[in-house]
Structures are given as C-alpha cells and as structure tokens.
C-alpha cells in the first residue's frame, strides 16, 4: 500500500555520494524533501537537480533539508553533479541517494516490490521513481507529488507548497494559489469566539469560509 498523508515515511539507511545517511536522523528537527529521479544523466533531470541547488538559499530559511534519490551509483552522481553544477550555475550541495538496489524507490511505493533493473537499462524501467515528498520535522508525510519523465517539475510550486504546509503548522488553512503575506482560512472547526481570541479580526465570506492574517 502507497505512503497517505500522516503516515510516518519509512525510515532507512543509504548510501549517498556524501556517505552513509540514516534518514529518520538525517532529518532531524527540521523538515526534508526527498526528490526521486529514474536515471542520471538525463535531461529534464539534469534541469530540476540544477533547479533545486539554485534554490539552496530558500531551502535554509525554511529549515529544509532537500535529498535526491536517483537509481544510479555513487560514482554517477558524483560525476553527474558536475553537469547539474555547469548547467544551473550552482552548486549541488545535497546529497543524492545511491538506490540503484531499489530499496527507497519501494519503500516509497515508487516501484512494486518485483521491480529490477535489466541490463542495459533505459528510464522507461525505473519512470515512476519520479516523485517529490515533503516531510514534516515529526517524520510524517505532508504532500507527495508524481510527474511523467516529459514534464519538468515546478520547484518554485513546491517550494510555495512547503510555504502552505509550514503555515498550515498552525493551525491555519491556506487558499487557492495563496502566498507568503496573503491572508489565510480559519479551519471550519474553530467557532467564531475562539477563532477571535485567537486571530483577532476575521472576515466571514460564508459561514464556512473565514478569512484572517497570516499568524506570524
């Protein structure tokens, strides 16, 4: 059975082109975005590795520790890292899983628990370890996503989705398309005297709806 929202991520240890990480510790107190690819030295992958070390900046300031996973070798990420550093103009400073044994890519129900890599293999056989998972500080899953080997991922979604979940963290709800300093939704839950002393001014657009300030 695939890995639902709220579930505790699998914990396990692998060996990364950085050493060998214990992934429930490697997280720690903070927050983590695990990033899977099919196969190194492929295009669209090469863009969105060079993506997600442009962004190492914003990764820090929101206490997010970002971790690739590609079903190659160690010796491969490490030369691969040179292509996604020359490409995106950054460096690549996470670490990128060795999981060439599928161990992640099936813990993860990226891959039924059959699944090998043939000789001579191509990313068509491993096209599915293409997902992003964004994992809270209490080793829950909070958001995972899934995209086709054609479709480039949008970091600058996941990184306002990761914007949404920390603001979700308390005890607010964010709205379509909603960004850092716009206002946001008071959960249904919380009546209107609580939802006062706890946010102060609201609008009420119906009943359900509610709208306040950010929580700092």
Request: aromatic fraction near 10%.
């Amino acid at each position: 059975m695939g890995l639902r929202i709220n579930d505790t991520v699998p914990n396990f240890t692998a060996e990364t082109d950085q050493g060998t990480i214990q992934f429930h510790d490697w997280i720690g107190d903070s927050w983590a975005i695990l990033f899977s690819h099919p196969k190194d030295f492929t295009p669209v992958c090469t863009t969105e590795f060079s993506a997600v070390a442009q962004l190492s900046d914003e990764w820090a300031a929101r206490n997010t520790k970002v971790l690739g996973v590609s079903v190659d070798g160690v010796e491969d990420h490490k030369k691969w890292k040179k292509d996604i550093e020359a490409y995106g103009n950054a460096h690549p400073g996470f670490p990128i899983i060795a999981d060439d044994g599928l161990a992640v890519s099936k813990a993860f129900d990226m891959l039924p628990a059959e699944a090998y890599l043939p000789d001579g293999r191509t990313p068509a056989d491993s096209a599915t370890v293409r997902s992003v998972f964004i994992i809270g500080p209490d080793k829950q899953l909070k958001l995972s996503m899934t995209y086709p080997m054609t479709v480039g991922r949008n970091f600058a979604e996941i990184l306002r989705a990761l914007d949404g979940l920390q603001m979700s963290s308390k005890g607010v709800a964010t709205p379509a398309n909603w960004v850092p300093g716009e206002d946001v939704i008071i959960p249904p839950a919380v009546s209107n005297d609580d939802a006062k002393a706890k946010f102060g001014e609201f609008e009420t657009i119906f009943p359900y709806l509610r709208k306040t300030k950010a929580p700092s």
